[in-house]
């Protein structure tokens, strides 16, 4: 897959934290597509997020995939997670990072072209509420890079 949005993730895919090295690890294409229908109607992600998907869809040093041992399980489980609470968003959404069980979530709607905006979702008292957060996935994306070098940077001065 050619990148085109994220070429900031595609040359950050390994870091060192105290020794330790955390890489970015894809899904297979073939997951990306299955994802697809299960999750968008069988219609194309945004160019943007099947790019974070081929580059670190099975981890990303740069967001939190909770327990989740899938996209799919991470999907389905804030999905029914909103359900459990009678909530539910109106627009197609695809989930980029869970917090404490659930809320507060990071996603992007679907419906909003190849590089949409990301927004925080907080399910406060079962009542949803959505901030948009950056004007794009991937200066979203960048944004969380440039915080991540600033940290290592730090660390190796002290």
């Known amino acids: 897959m050619e990148i085109e949005y994220l070429t900031d993730l595609q040359n950050f895919s390994s870091m060192d934290y105290s020794g330790n090295t955390i890489t970015n690890k894809p899904i297979p294409v073939e997951e990306i597509l299955e994802l697809e229908k299960q999750f968008n109607n069988g219609d194309m992600f945004p160019k943007a997020l099947r790019e974070l998907l081929f580059l670190a869809g099975n981890s990303c040093k740069l967001l939190d995939y909770s327990i989740f041992n899938s996209q799919k399980e991470l999907q389905e489980f804030i999905i029914e997670d909103l359900k459990e609470d009678g909530l539910k968003m109106e627009r197609p959404y695809y989930v980029l990072e869970v917090y404490d069980g659930g809320s507060p979530f990071y996603f992007v709607y679907l419906d909003e072209g190849d590089n949409p905006a990301v ?9 949803l509420e959505i901030i948009k957060i950056k004007d794009s996935l991937s200066v979203f994306l960048s944004h969380l890079i440039q ?8 660390r190796n001065r002290n």
């Open 147 to 154: 915080c991540d070098k600033e940290e290592i940077e730090r």
């Open 119 to 127: 927004y925080v979702a907080k399910n406060e008292y079962e009542e």
